[in-house]
C-alpha cells in the first residue's frame, strides 16, 4: 500500500498485475484513508483489481489532541439532526460541492485507465458517493454503500438510464450514529432514480461485520464476471 497524490488530494493505492478494474473506497468521518484499506487484503474477488483509499480532505477534532479527517464538515446541529432520523434537504453547501468536484476530477482521470471502476464509502464516505456518482464523466460499475443516509434529496437530478449503476447497500439495525431510517430513504430514492440496489440489513451498530463484507463481496464479483462476459 503506497501513498499517492493527485493534485492536492492524497490517497492510498494498492495495485495488482493485469487489473482492469478498480475499487474506490471513501472513509467516514473521523477516520482516515487506512480506516477501509484492510478491506483490500479481505475480500476474494475473481479478477484482479487496483484498490485506492482516498485521505479525507479535513482535518476534523475527534478527541483531546486526536484528529482524523472528513470529507465535510459538521456542526452540531448537524448532529442533532442526524441523532433524530431528520433529511437536511437544504442546498448542498458550496464546500461540499467544491470537494465533490475535487473528487470528482481525480475519478474522472482516473477512469481514463480502468474499463470497470466501483464506487464505495463507510458512513460519511457513503453520504459523499450518493452525491458524486451522478456528477461524474463516466458510469462507475457499481456502488457500495455502508452505513448511509439520505441527505439533501432535492439536489438530485433526473439521472439518464446510461448513469444508473448497481449499488449494495447495507445498515445496522441498531445504528445510534446514522439511524437506519434515513439509510432506507436513501436506498427507496437511488431506487426512485431508477437505480437497482440490493439492501442488507443486520444486527449491530455503526459497523462492517463480516457478513456484509461477504455479500459486498459477493455484489462485485456479480459485478466483475457480467463486465467479463459483457467484454468477451
Excluded at 113 to 130: C, H, K
Amino acid at each position: 500500500m503506497q501513498w499517492q497524490k493527485y493534485k492536492s488530494l492524497d490517497y492510498l493505492c494498492q495495485t495488482s498485475a493485469g487489473s482492469k478494474s478498480c475499487v474506490v473506497l471513501f472513509h467516514g468521518y473521523g477516520a482516515d484513508a487506512h480506516d477501509l484499506a484492510s478491506l483490500s487484503s479481505v475480500f476474494d474477488l475473481n479478477k484482479p483489481v487496483d484498490w485506492f483509499f482516498p485521505q479525507g480532505v479535513f482535518e476534523v477534532p475527534i478527541g483531546p489532541m486526536m484528529s482524523g479527517r472528513a470529507w465535510f464538515q459538521l456542526r452540531v446541529s448537524d448532529f442533532e439532526r442526524l441523532s433524530k432520523n431528520q433529511i437536511d434537504d437544504s442546498a448542498l453547501a458550496s464546500e461540499v460541492t467544491s470537494v465533490l468536484n475535487r473528487v470528482g476530477e481525480w475519478l474522472n482521470d482516473l477512469s481514463k485507465r480502468y474499463d470497470q471502476v466501483y464506487l464505495g464509502g463507510f458512513s460519511q464516505g457513503a453520504i459523499l458517493v450518493s452525491h458524486l456518482f451522478y456528477r461524474l464523466r463516466f458510469c462507475p460499475s457499481g456502488l457500495i454503500l455502508y452505513s448511509g443516509y439520505l441527505l439533501h434529496p432535492s439536489a438530485f437530478p433526473i439521472i439518464p438510464k446510461e448513469m444508473r449503476p448497481p449499488f449494495y447497500q447495507s445498515h445496522g439495525a441498531q445504528d445510534g450514529t446514522l439511524l437506519i431510517g434515513g439509510a432506507q430513504k436513501l436506498f427507496d430514492k437511488l431506487q426512485e432514480l431508477g437505480l437497482k440496489g440490493q439492501w442488507q440489513q443486520f444486527n449491530g451498530g455503526h459497523e462492517i461485520p463480516m457478513a456484509v463484507i461477504k455479500a459486498s463481496n459477493n455484489f462485485l464479483n456479480s459485478q466483475l464476471d457480467l463486465e467479463a462476459k459483457g467484454s468477451s
